[in-house]
């Protein structure tokens, strides 16, 4: 184990125990599948604040411009770091997506709504 405390790519090899080595692996996963949970909620709850200023000052919802800058910049970050230029573009498609949604749904209704506190906002979807 190194300094935090996980596996290295040597010690995953020498593994004598694999089912020892799977659990910790699974640990991990959910430590960060966790934290990557926790970054869509965080993204989302921003947007809500996004939508609260484009309904009070009228502006629009949909930002071409913007969305191009999120979408290149992530398939920069794909090409940089060795991931699927399509698997990215599409997770960033979905966030996108997700993101105008509860825009919509903000800017239509006129809702104020406290940062982060988005099941009071979104549809039971957010709730689990
Ligand atoms: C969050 C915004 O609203 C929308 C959602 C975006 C996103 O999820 O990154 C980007 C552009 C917008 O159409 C924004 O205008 O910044």
Redesign the pocket.
Known sequence: MNDNNTATGSEIDAVTDPEAALEALRVELDRVDRTLLEGVRD?LA??TR?AEL?QQHDIA????G??QL?QRRARDYADRHGLSAEFVRELYDL??EE??RV?DLIVAGGEKTAPGDLDDTVSAEHRS
């Not at 919802?61 to 071409?64: D, F, I, K, Y």
Request: charged residues 25%; contains cysteine.
């Open positions: 993204r921003l947007c996004v484009k919802v949909l930002q071409p913007r969305m999120v966030l996108i993101a105008c825009e």
